[in-house]
Nanobody
Framework: QVQLVESGGGLVQPGGSLRLSCAAS????????MGWYRQAPGKQRELVAA???????NYADSVKGRFTISRDNAKNTVYLQMNSLKPEDTAVYYC???????????????WGQGTQVTVSS
């Protein structure tokens, strides 16, 4: 079994910054893609940013230039640095990982429990 544990959410004023972290642990051979999704009340979950094991990144248009995703492969950890936060960034943020549990086998999707980010004055 694999667990994803997120941290770093909270309340911040508009224009402020937060850094989210997500550490994966358990039966892991390797992790392919890691990413952050978010879900605001009444809306569907959406991709915020993703990163491959090689470091290639992908961002939602709404966060380009403000958010930066990074990962530490040795620690199986992914980070999301969020700057210039806006009220519309308010959501529950979920960590996602595609995990190769056994070498050469299928990839499994795992999700964190979610961390609340609230941007408000």
């Amino acid at each position: 079994q694999v667990q994803l544990v997120e941290s770093g959410g909270g309340l911040v004023q508009p224009g402020g910054s937060l850094r989210l972290s997500c550490a994966a642990s358990g039966s892991i051979f390797s992790i392919k893609h890691m990413g952050w999704y978010r879900q605001a009340p009444g809306k569907q979950r959406e991709l915020v940013a993703a990163i491959t094991s090689g470091g290639s990144t992908n961002y939602a248009d709404s966060v380009k230039g403000r958010f930066t995703i990074s990962r530490d492969n040795a620690k199986n950890t992914v980070y999301l640095q969020m700057n210039s936060l806006k009220p519309e960034d308010t959501a529950v943020y979920y960590c996602h990982a595609e995990v190769e549990v056994v070498a050469g086998t299928v990839l499994y999707d795992y999700w964190g429990q979610g961390t609340q980010v609230t941007v408000s004055s």
